[in-house]
């Protein structure tokens, strides 16, 4: 069983910075893509973007194009989703996903979720 733990979500000022990571135990880390989500209440899951399993290849949704970084350290079995320029309307719950295969945009595709962390961001 593969498990996943997100953390460093916390409270920034608008136009800071912070950096989550997706720690995966369970299953060798390199056999795993990853995908990050995010939520607020009541509306749909978003795909942030998703990293390949080697890390050569990431995909980004527009709304955080050349804001967002994903990478992952195989070495350290942890992906991570490096935030800057945060506007309040980053605020969520931040979701890690990983799933056994090539990475994907869809939500329903990934078996394995974190937790989630809250990312508060105040204007």
């Known amino acids: 069983q593969v498990h996943v733990v997100e953390s460093g979500g916390g409270l920034v000022q608008a136009g800071g910075s912070l950096r989550l990571s997706c720690a995966a135990s369970?299953?060798?880390?390199?056999?795993?893509?990853v995908g990050w989500f995010r939520q607020t209440s009541g509306k749909e899951r978003e795909l942030l973007g998703r990293?390949?399993?080697?890390?050569?290849?990431?995909y980004y949704a527009d709304s955080v194009k050349g804001r967002f970084t994903i990478s992952r350290d195989n070495t350290k079995n942890t992906a991570y989703l490096q935030m800057s320029s945060l506007k309040p309307e980053d605020t969520a719950v931040y979701y890690c996903?990983?799933?056994?295969?090539?990475?994907?945009?869809?939500?329903?595709?990934?078996?394995?979720w974190g937790q989630g962390t809250q990312v508060t961001v105040s204007s």
């Open positions: 369970g299953r060798t880390f390199s056999e795993l893509s």
């Open positions: 990293i390949s399993r080697s890390g050569s290849n990431a």
């Open positions: 996903a990983a799933r056994a295969g090539p990475s994907s945009l869809l939500s329903s595709l990934y078996d394995y």
